[in-house]
C-alpha cells in the first residue's frame, strides 16, 4: 500500500463485546461493526490521512466547506417548533 503522506496521528484497535472494533486514531474514536468495515475505513484513512482529518473535523466542530452535509434542525420533544417551544394545538 501506498501511503499518500507520512501518518501522523497513533491508531489503537481494541475489539468491541458485540464483535465489532473500536479503533482510536489520535484524539478521535470510531466504531466498526465487524472486520471488513475496519479494514476498509482504515485504508481510507491511511490513503488520505489529512482529508478525513479535515472532514472528521467539519463534522465535529462545524466549518465553511459547502460540500459537508448541513446539520438539521432538530425540534424540542413535542411538537414544538426549533425553538423548543410547543405549539398550541
Not at 499518500?4 to 461493526?33: E, L, M, W, Y
Not at 481510507?44 to 462545524?62: Q, S, T
Amino acid at each position: 500500500m501506498k501511503l499518500k503522506q507520512d501518518i501522523t496521528r497513533s491508531i489503537h484497535i481494541a475489539p468491541a463485546d458485540n464483535g465489532g472494533f473500536i479503533a482510536h486514531v489520535g484524539c478521535g474514536s470510531f466504531i466498526f461493526p465487524d472486520k471488513n468495515s475496519l479494514i476498509a475505513g482504515l485504508s481510507d484513512y491511511l490513503d488520505d490521512p489529512e482529508e478525513h482529518e479535515n472532514r472528521y473535523h467539519y463534522m465535529k466542530v462545524g466549518g465553511d466547506r459547502p460540500e459537508a452535509p448541513q446539520p438539521e434542525t432538530v425540534t424540542a420533544a413535542g411538537s414544538g417548533d426549533a425553538s423548543g417551544r410547543d405549539n398550541p394545538a
